[in-house]
């Protein structure tokens, strides 16, 4: 008999329970591949990415409508919530263009297309009507949605297949380096690294097993933290690999990191001994990674610290990092609330609602940080102006 899935996750519809034994099936076969046990970073990656299976792969809604009466979707980002969120952003894009020799916005993983929508909108308010706004999507969907909704901006924005060979420009990211897949270690009692991976049993479904560590993971975990035996947690050498190459394509400009997350020494509190990994399904959180593949996003925060030190290493520069909060005030957020028009009293609540849960340290104020890296950029980013926390890192 299999695990039960969490309690209080919505019920599946007919086709999505058929898509998720589809994906649960091509899980399968790939442990069989692999002699009956996969990396959990490899785990991740197939129940993610595989082609017209996985979570961004497949063709299911994955980013909520927050206006919706009964939102479609797993969560909701903060270019959904509010506009402000991009045009703030924006300002601090419109910055970096005016010290790069090319007007030009890479970004990845572009959801819905909203952010672009507000970045390119607040750019033509700007003056920077010339630049051009490139996006590199993994999900066919989504680009499709993207497509459809940045259409009135026609040969702007195009779509990249690859990592470009050389860039110059502002790069965004914004929740992407939580969806790159990890790997899970645990210290074992006799303080050794194990590496977390995944089998199949056929009474219990998908199962922890924990194997040595291969040394290069091991002696990475090593020399962030020390031994606590039974600690579980993540380590993403995929996203540091990402910074890695941006090391050799990002000719000139910068680039921000968005996320939530943790400098090292708090990513690895010993407090925080399971780890961060999240899955999102329906806007129910949870934190079981086998239920419903396919179907649900799996996440995990991200060590910060690790991105600095991967960028210096590449040659980038650390340029910034903060708090979500304190770079949105930095940039120029309070001026555009100032903007509202505060006499319709039902329109402003509605504006600056979603703006108090991007700026609230209960919600994602804190928890959320920028990260911003880059080569060639000689004036102080706006966004770090105040409150830059790179000696926590």
């Known amino acids: 008999m299999q695990r039960p899935a969490p309690a209080n996750l919505p019920p ?23 002699s009956g046990w996969l990396p959990f970073d490899h785990w991740m990656a197939e129940a993610l990415y595989a082609p017209g299976l996985g979570y961004y792969a497949a063709g299911n809604v994955k980013l909520a409508d927050p206006d919706a009466q009964a939102p479609a979707g797993d969560f909701v980002t903060a270019p959904q919530l509010t506009p402000l969120f991009a045009r703030t952003l924006a300002r601090q894009a419109a910055q970096v263009l005016r010290q790069t020799d090319t007007q030009a916005v890479l970004e990845f993983g572009a959801g819905t297309g909203a952010l672009a929508e507000g970045v390119l909108r607040e750019l033509d308010a700007l003056g920077l009507q010339d630049t051009q706004y490139l996006i590199l999507e993994v999900s066919a969907d989504l680009r499709a949605r993207q497509a459809e909704r940045l259409a009135p901006f026609g040969e702007r924005v195009r779509w990249l297949d690859a990592l470009p060979d050389r860039f110059r420009g502002c790069v965004l990211a914004n929740e992407v380096l939580d969806a790159m897949p990890v790997s899970l ?114 996440t995990a925060h991200v060590d910060f610290t690790a991105m600095a030190d991967a960028a210096q290493a590449a040659g980038l520069q650390v340029l910034g990092y903060t708090s979500q909060a304190r770079f949105l005030m930095n940039a120029g957020l309070m001026e555009l609330l100032a903007q ?54």
């Open 12 to 34: 599946l519809s007919p086709a999505a329970q058929a898509h998720s034994e589809a994906a649960a099936a091509h899980l399968r076969a790939a442990i069989a591949a692999a």
């Open 185 to 298: 270690f645990r210290w074992s009692d006799d303080d050794t690294v194990l590496e977390r991976g995944v089998a199949w049993d056929a009474t219990q479904g998908f199962v922890w097993e924990d194997r040595p560590a291969p040394p290069r993971l091991a002696e990475a975990v090593a020399a962030r933290m020390p031994a606590l035996a039974g600690y579980v947690s993540e380590i993403n050498p995929q996203a540091e690999a990402w910074i890695d190459a941006m090391g050799r394509w990002l000719e000139q400009g910068a680039a921000l990191l968005i996320d939530y997350g943790f400098p090292q020494g708090e990513y690895y509190h010993p407090q925080r001994a399971g780890g961060t990994l999240m899955c999102h399904l329906r806007h129910h959180a949870h934190g079981d990674p086998f239920t419903a593949p396919g179907l649900q996003d799996i």
């Open 340 to 393: 509202l028009d505060p006499s319709d009293a039902r329109a402003y609540a509605q504006a600056v609602a979603p703006v108090q849960k991007l700026l609230s340290e209960a919600e994602m104020g804190e928890l959320f940080k920028v990260l911003a890296v880059g080569r060639g950029i000689t004036q102080p980013l706006i966004g770090f102006a105040r409150g830059d926390r790179l000696g926590k890192l």
